[in-house]
């Protein structure tokens, strides 16, 4: 199993698309009863999660916030008395100088918030953080991490998602070979109504995400090479494997929990103080017995939801955005599994030239990677 562990509620940024969106967004009623007063750090008892640990013969471990760094002494705390098949963080990157490499060198993946270029990435997260950021992973690559890093971008109206996505894929001062994006789309109430979604998500990003699988399946035709585009992994792999449902695939609710700071278990990061879907406790629950929670209509009448999965958990739960709204998200969903499919005879075509193997295809599902943008 897959747990996200919040180690502190707290971060060092003010996004745009986070605490930005969060001001704004002060209308109305939330709908669900939810615990604003959860420890800023873990305050459980480190042996309740060794006990929960213990029951799962192969826990991975991923490291959240907040800014987890933020709260370093948990993580080395975690990591010197808990045993997992795998550790994992989600970080803004700015704090990465300051966990010493024999805990950094211990990931098995690093996901950092960065959003494209030095200017779109400042636009959103503040001036000075790109370089920032660059400066910590070449400093964390130095002191010898292997493990996988890889970009997790945030998405909105100011991204055009194919220039961003080459330039981390091609620039020269730190390329990535693994890349992942989610849209910001659904969370907040009311931002729909002040935002340009609808047009930016036909007139840019669908285009975009078109031009971006040719590149991709191009790179394979002259390098035989698969780049690591998540939300292009995951689609290829069903399409290729013949997988019919693959369940809601970031795994929230059944294959990925999250743990809060006080110990209480919860289906999904986003869902952070939401009494409503507390799952239990490390002190008593078993990991493997925990209730499964998953997506309603109209995600389960849909017509691509064996290969969408259904999204978000948060979103199909809480309904933030209004059903005309949410279905333009759901576009973007449908067209790109229509871009990918465009280019399933090309990747067919050379996996049996032996130019790529269908191995390539395969990625750590559950990682934080929630594969559907």
Request: positive net charge; contains cysteine.
């Amino acid at each position: 199993m897959f747990f996200h562990l919040f180690t502190t509620t707290e971060c060092n940024l003010e996004c745009k698309y986070c605490f930005g969106e969060a001001l704004e967004d002060t209308v109305g009623d939330f709908g669900f009863d939810v615990d604003y007063g959860l420890p800023r750090h873990i305050v459980y008892n480190m042996d309740y999660l060794k006990r929960f640990c213990s029951l799962d013969p192969e826990p991975v471990l991923i490291f959240y916030g907040g800014e987890p760094l933020l709260y370093a002494e948990g993580i080395r705390r975690i990591m010197d008395h808990v045993i997992a098949k795998h550790f994992l963080i989600q970080t803004n990157g700015l704090l990465l100088d300051r966990l010493e490499p024999r805990y950094v060198n211990r990931f098995t993946a690093i996901l950092v918030s960065l959003d494209g270029d030095e200017s779109l990435t400042d636009f959103y997260r503040g001036k000075g953080v790109h370089r920032k950021v660059i400066e910590n992973l070449k400093l964390v690559r130095s002191r010898g991490f292997r493990g996988e890093i890889i970009a997790r971008m945030t998405v909105m109206e100011q991204t055009d998602i194919y220039k961003q996505v080459l330039w981390l894929l091609q620039n020269e001062v730190f390329p990535f070979s693994s890349v992942h994006w989610q849209i910001n789309a659904g969370f907040w109430s009311h931002d729909f109504e002040r935002r340009g979604f609808a047009e930016w998500s036909k007139s840019n990003y669908t285009p975009g995400i078109i031009r971006l699988a040719e590149f991709w399946v191009n790179t394979m035709e002259r390098k035989g090479i698969v780049l690591r585009l998540y939300p292009f992994l995951g689609i290829t792999h069903s399409l290729l494997s013949g997988e019919e449902k693959c369940g809601l695939r970031c795994g929230a609710g059944w294959m990925n929990y999250s743990i809060q700071t006080d110990g209480t278990i919860i289906p999904c990061p986003a869902m952070w103080g939401i009494r409503k879907y507390y799952l239990g406790h490390i002190k008593s629950s078993h990991p493997l017995r925990l209730p499964k929670i998953s997506v309603g209509e109209p995600c389960i009448s849909c017509r691509i939801y064996g290969l969408c999965g259904g999204r978000c958990l948060y979103a199909n739960i809480t309904k933030r955005w209004n059903s005309a709204a949410y279905r333009l998200v759901c576009e973007t969903v449908e067209n790109t599994i229509e871009a990918i499919k465009a280019q399933l005879p090309i990747i067919k075509t050379l996996i049996k030239a032996g130019k790529i193997r269908i191995e390539d295809f395969n990625f750590m599902k559950y990682n934080g990677c929630e594969i559907i943008p």
